[in-house]
Protein backbone atom coordinates (compact mmCIF):
# COMPACT_ATOMS: atom_id res chain seq x y z
CA UNK A 1 0.00 0.00 0.00
CA UNK A 2 1.25 3.59 -0.28
CA UNK A 3 3.22 5.04 2.07
CA UNK A 4 1.84 8.20 4.10
CA UNK A 5 3.56 10.81 1.84
CA UNK A 6 2.48 13.75 3.90
CA UNK A 7 4.17 12.23 7.37
CA UNK A 8 7.30 11.43 5.28
CA UNK A 9 7.76 14.96 4.92
CA UNK A 10 7.03 15.83 8.22
CA UNK A 11 9.53 13.60 9.64
CA UNK A 12 12.19 15.22 7.06
CA UNK A 13 11.46 18.91 8.42
CA UNK A 14 11.58 17.69 12.14
CA UNK A 15 15.30 16.33 10.79
CA UNK A 16 16.06 19.43 9.24
CA UNK A 17 15.45 21.36 12.29
CA UNK A 18 18.09 20.17 14.06
CA UNK A 19 20.42 19.23 10.72
CA UNK A 20 24.15 21.06 11.07
CA UNK A 21 26.78 19.46 9.06
CA UNK A 22 28.93 21.61 11.01
CA UNK A 23 28.25 20.76 14.43
CA UNK A 24 28.01 17.73 16.01
CA UNK A 25 24.05 17.76 16.03
CA UNK A 26 24.42 14.64 13.38
CA UNK A 27 26.13 12.40 16.34
CA UNK A 28 23.54 12.93 18.71
CA UNK A 29 20.82 10.70 17.74
CA UNK A 30 18.64 13.53 17.55
CA UNK A 31 18.21 14.28 13.68
CA UNK A 32 17.56 10.17 13.09
CA UNK A 33 14.99 9.84 16.08
CA UNK A 34 11.90 11.20 13.89
CA UNK A 35 11.94 8.38 11.65
CA UNK A 36 12.20 5.80 14.23
CA UNK A 37 8.30 7.72 14.84
CA UNK A 38 8.11 7.25 11.31
CA UNK A 39 8.46 3.51 10.61
CA UNK A 40 6.42 2.53 13.76
CA UNK A 41 3.47 4.52 12.17
CA UNK A 42 3.52 3.15 8.57
CA UNK A 43 4.08 -0.41 10.12
CA UNK A 44 0.79 0.16 12.10
CA UNK A 45 -0.71 1.38 8.95
CA UNK A 46 0.82 -1.64 6.44
CA UNK A 47 -1.36 -4.10 5.63
CA UNK A 48 -0.75 -7.51 3.85
CA UNK A 49 -4.10 -9.33 2.19
CA UNK A 50 -6.09 -7.66 4.54
CA UNK A 51 -4.35 -8.63 7.39
CA UNK A 52 -2.31 -6.06 9.91
CA UNK A 53 0.39 -6.30 12.07
CA UNK A 54 -0.25 -7.16 16.36
CA UNK A 55 0.78 -3.45 16.64
CA UNK A 56 0.56 -4.01 20.27
CA UNK A 57 3.66 -5.77 20.24
CA UNK A 58 5.41 -2.77 18.20
CA UNK A 59 7.80 -0.94 20.35
CA UNK A 60 8.04 2.16 20.13
CA UNK A 61 3.74 1.88 20.35
CA UNK A 62 3.09 3.26 17.19
CA UNK A 63 0.87 6.37 16.70
CA UNK A 64 -2.80 5.65 15.99
CA UNK A 65 -3.54 8.63 13.90
CA UNK A 66 -2.02 10.48 11.11
CA UNK A 67 -2.32 13.61 13.57
CA UNK A 68 -0.81 11.72 16.67
CA UNK A 69 2.46 10.91 14.05
CA UNK A 70 2.65 14.01 13.02
CA UNK A 71 2.75 15.37 16.95
CA UNK A 72 5.28 12.49 17.99
CA UNK A 73 7.33 13.11 14.66
CA UNK A 74 8.00 16.68 15.52
CA UNK A 75 8.43 16.39 19.20
CA UNK A 76 11.02 13.21 18.77
CA UNK A 77 14.18 16.03 18.31
CA UNK A 78 13.10 16.77 22.23
CA UNK A 79 13.25 13.45 23.63
CA UNK A 80 15.91 10.79 24.60
CA UNK A 81 15.05 7.77 22.22
CA UNK A 82 14.04 4.37 24.03
CA UNK A 83 15.39 1.74 21.93
CA UNK A 84 14.21 -2.31 22.70
CA UNK A 85 17.63 -3.70 23.97
CA UNK A 86 17.49 -7.53 22.15
CA UNK A 87 20.35 -10.23 23.39
CA UNK A 88 21.75 -11.60 19.99
CA UNK A 89 23.93 -14.39 19.27
CA UNK A 90 27.52 -12.64 20.38
CA UNK A 91 26.20 -9.33 22.38
CA UNK A 92 23.05 -7.28 23.40
CA UNK A 93 21.75 -4.43 20.60
CA UNK A 94 19.22 -1.94 20.55
CA UNK A 95 16.97 -1.62 17.98
CA UNK A 96 15.15 1.36 16.80
CA UNK A 97 11.65 0.08 15.95
CA UNK A 98 10.94 -3.73 17.01
CA UNK A 99 7.94 -6.72 16.89
CA UNK A 100 8.18 -8.67 19.90
CA UNK A 101 5.02 -10.75 21.26
CA UNK A 102 5.87 -12.08 24.73
CA UNK A 103 5.83 -15.36 23.69
CA UNK A 104 8.64 -15.08 21.10
CA UNK A 105 11.66 -13.43 20.60
CA UNK A 106 11.91 -10.23 17.90
CA UNK A 107 9.69 -10.93 14.88
CA UNK A 108 10.27 -7.87 13.22
CA UNK A 109 12.96 -5.38 13.54
CA UNK A 110 13.94 -1.96 11.83
CA UNK A 111 17.17 -0.05 12.38
CA UNK A 112 17.56 3.53 11.10
CA UNK A 113 20.98 5.03 10.29
CA UNK A 114 22.66 7.88 9.10
CA UNK A 115 26.16 9.10 7.13
CA UNK A 116 25.81 12.80 7.52
CA UNK A 117 29.56 13.58 7.62
CA UNK A 118 32.86 12.07 6.17
CA UNK A 119 30.13 9.90 4.63
CA UNK A 120 33.09 8.19 1.62
CA UNK A 121 35.61 7.76 4.29
CA UNK A 122 33.25 5.78 6.77
CA UNK A 123 31.64 3.91 4.02
CA UNK A 124 33.49 0.35 4.49
CA UNK A 125 33.58 0.97 8.28
CA UNK A 126 30.00 1.74 8.76
CA UNK A 127 28.58 -0.91 6.47
CA UNK A 128 31.02 -3.68 8.64
CA UNK A 129 28.67 -2.07 11.72
CA UNK A 130 25.60 -2.74 9.56
CA UNK A 131 26.26 -6.51 8.51
CA UNK A 132 27.51 -7.02 11.98
CA UNK A 133 24.32 -6.20 13.66
CA UNK A 134 22.43 -8.58 11.02
CA UNK A 135 24.51 -11.62 11.55
CA UNK A 136 24.07 -10.73 15.09
CA UNK A 137 20.58 -11.07 15.40
CA UNK A 138 19.73 -13.09 12.45
CA UNK A 139 22.25 -16.04 14.25
CA UNK A 140 19.75 -16.47 17.01
CA UNK A 141 16.79 -15.67 15.46
CA UNK A 142 16.80 -16.77 11.83
CA UNK A 143 13.08 -16.07 11.36
CA UNK A 144 13.51 -12.12 12.17
CA UNK A 145 12.80 -9.79 9.99
CA UNK A 146 15.36 -7.09 9.91
CA UNK A 147 14.81 -3.78 7.61
CA UNK A 148 17.75 -1.15 7.16
CA UNK A 149 17.08 2.23 6.45
CA UNK A 150 19.58 4.31 5.64
CA UNK A 151 19.68 8.64 5.65
CA UNK A 152 22.59 10.43 3.48
CA UNK A 153 22.46 14.07 2.97
CA UNK A 154 22.95 15.68 -0.33
CA UNK A 155 26.55 17.19 0.35
CA UNK A 156 29.89 17.19 -1.92
CA UNK A 157 30.54 14.16 -1.29
CA UNK A 158 27.47 12.40 -2.49
CA UNK A 159 25.98 14.91 -5.45
CA UNK A 160 28.26 17.11 -7.51
CA UNK A 161 27.16 18.76 -10.97
CA UNK A 162 23.74 17.50 -10.97
CA UNK A 163 24.77 13.87 -10.65
CA UNK A 164 25.40 11.43 -7.38
CA UNK A 165 29.32 11.10 -6.71
CA UNK A 166 31.68 7.75 -7.17
CA UNK A 167 31.00 7.49 -3.57
CA UNK A 168 27.45 7.69 -3.44
CA UNK A 169 27.13 5.06 -6.27
CA UNK A 170 29.29 2.82 -3.94
CA UNK A 171 26.70 2.98 -1.16
CA UNK A 172 24.17 2.31 -2.97
CA UNK A 173 26.43 -1.08 -4.35
CA UNK A 174 27.13 -1.55 -0.89
CA UNK A 175 23.22 -1.44 0.43
CA UNK A 176 21.73 -3.38 -2.97
CA UNK A 177 23.92 -6.38 -1.73
CA UNK A 178 22.97 -6.13 1.88
CA UNK A 179 18.91 -6.61 0.54
CA UNK A 180 16.50 -9.01 0.12
CA UNK A 181 17.23 -12.01 2.28
CA UNK A 182 13.66 -13.69 1.34
CA UNK A 183 14.50 -16.71 3.27
CA UNK A 184 15.38 -17.72 6.60
CA UNK A 185 18.48 -19.90 6.02
CA UNK A 186 20.21 -17.62 3.51
CA UNK A 187 22.87 -15.34 5.10
CA UNK A 188 22.65 -14.05 8.14
CA UNK A 189 24.66 -10.67 7.35
CA UNK A 190 21.88 -9.58 4.86
CA UNK A 191 18.90 -7.44 5.65
CA UNK A 192 15.24 -8.67 4.73
CA UNK A 193 14.66 -4.95 3.47
CA UNK A 194 16.62 -2.09 2.71
CA UNK A 195 15.61 1.65 1.56
CA UNK A 196 18.09 4.51 1.20
CA UNK A 197 16.59 8.17 1.87
CA UNK A 198 18.98 9.91 0.10
CA UNK A 199 17.86 13.87 1.25
CA UNK A 200 18.85 17.66 0.07
CA UNK A 201 18.34 19.57 3.62
CA UNK A 202 19.10 22.74 1.64
CA UNK A 203 15.16 23.46 0.20
CA UNK A 204 12.18 22.97 2.11
CA UNK A 205 10.81 20.88 2.81
CA UNK A 206 13.66 18.65 2.92
CA UNK A 207 13.31 16.88 -1.18
CA UNK A 208 13.64 13.14 -1.21
CA UNK A 209 16.30 12.83 -4.18
CA UNK A 210 16.83 10.23 -7.27
CA UNK A 211 18.98 7.26 -6.36
CA UNK A 212 22.22 6.89 -7.22
CA UNK A 213 21.42 4.17 -10.21
CA UNK A 214 18.30 3.13 -11.76
CA UNK A 215 18.33 -0.26 -11.42
CA UNK A 216 18.50 -0.14 -8.11
CA UNK A 217 15.95 2.12 -7.23
CA UNK A 218 12.78 -0.52 -7.11
CA UNK A 219 14.57 -2.61 -4.43
CA UNK A 220 15.93 0.71 -2.39
CA UNK A 221 12.75 3.25 -2.09
CA UNK A 222 10.91 3.48 0.80
CA UNK A 223 7.94 3.36 -0.85
CA UNK A 224 7.90 0.01 -1.16
CA UNK A 225 9.99 -1.04 2.23
CA UNK A 226 7.35 -1.51 4.49
CA UNK A 227 4.91 -3.71 2.08
CA UNK A 228 8.00 -6.03 1.67
CA UNK A 229 8.61 -6.23 5.34
CA UNK A 230 5.14 -6.78 6.26
CA UNK A 231 4.65 -9.54 3.50
CA UNK A 232 7.92 -11.36 4.73
CA UNK A 233 6.12 -10.85 7.94
CA UNK A 234 3.04 -13.28 7.03
CA UNK A 235 4.99 -15.51 4.97
CA UNK A 236 7.45 -16.41 7.86
CA UNK A 237 4.75 -16.40 10.41
CA UNK A 238 1.63 -18.29 9.01
CA UNK A 239 -0.17 -18.97 12.11
CA UNK A 240 -0.74 -15.65 13.56
Not at 45 to 67: C, D, Q, V
Not at 158 to 183: D, F, H, Q, V
Not at 222 to 239: C, G, K
Amino acid sequence: MPIDQAQLIETLKAMQAVYDPKTTSVRTGKVIQPLHEYCAYELRRTTNSGRSLPTEFIHPAPPSTAGEAKRRIKAAITKQPKRLRILGAYMPKEVDVALVPPNSGPLLAVSCKSQMSSIVKNTINRFEEYVGDATNLHTRFSMLVFGFVMLVPVVAETWSAGKPTPGLRRIGALLERSNAREKSDEPPGGYDASALLFIDFSTKPPKLMPYPDPKTQPLLRIENFFDRLVSLYFDRNQFV
